[in-house]
């Protein structure tokens, strides 16, 4: 048995994601028509939301927060791990990524899992009743990545999960040239996190990487 980490290359990566339950036929036509209609291409990998939805089921979640809702993607997703009555609570900046969410929203198997709220999540977090959801993702502005935290930790209830993604960076993050604000913040608040007390938290490195941690 090896005392060290394996270290990933991007054929493991690539093994990985031929081993792991692929996206579905709306998911892949999501993914498709969002890139036709200019979205940013910046969905969680396939193999990481099969991870998001094993995480939501083990911990048997029925309210869930997102910050950053894009095309949905990750959204519908979630919600398919939810029981019936389970809700996933969005939030979206951008009216055109809110509108073109809700359409593909409206045509998955889960339109009344998922409910788009339109705002600022500075703003919107805030309206949000504390203890009143079972976990948070966080996938948006990584500047407010640390605001996020704060509001998910009022939000989640003790024992909930805390997740965000990017916590790679997009590959930059041991690039110390790097002067790309996003990068810079993601390095911060990894540091913020591994320091948060009351968070026990690991980064799982599927997609661009993602924080998983658990309330206590």
């Known amino acids: 048995m090896s005392k060290d980490s394996t270290a990933l290359g991007s054929e493991h990566f690539a093994y990985i994601t031929a081993h792991t339950t692929p996206e579905d036929r709306l998911l892949a036509e999501l993914r498709t028509a969002a890139a036709a209609a200019g979205l940013p291409a910046i969905h969680i990998a396939a193999e990481q939301a099969a991870f998001l939805q094993i995480l939501l089921a083990l911990c048997k979640a029925r309210d869930v927060v997102e910050v950053g809702t894009l095309g949905g993607y990750s959204a519908i997703a979630m919600a398919r791990a939810l029981p019936p009555g389970g809700k996933v609570r969005t939030i979206e900046f951008e009216p055109k990524h809110a509108e073109f969410a809700r359409a593909w929203i409206a045509r998955s198997d889960v339109n009344d899992r998922v409910e788009v709220l339109l705002g600022d999540g500075r703003q919107v977090l805030p309206t949000l009743a504390g203890d009143s959801a079972d976990a948070i993702f966080i996938d948006a ?28 960076a997009f590959g930059e993050l041991l690039d110390g040239s790097s002067r790309d604000a996003s990068v810079l913040a993601i390095r911060k608040f990894n540091d913020l996190v591994a320091a948060t007390a009351g968070l026990r938290a690991v980064i799982v490195p599927l997609g661009d990487g993602c924080w998983v941690g658990i309330r206590q």
């Open 141 to 168: 502005d990584k500047q407010g990545y640390p605001t996020y935290l704060q509001q998910g930790l009022r939000i989640v209830r003790r024992g909930g999960l805390i997740m965000a993604d990017n916590a790679l």
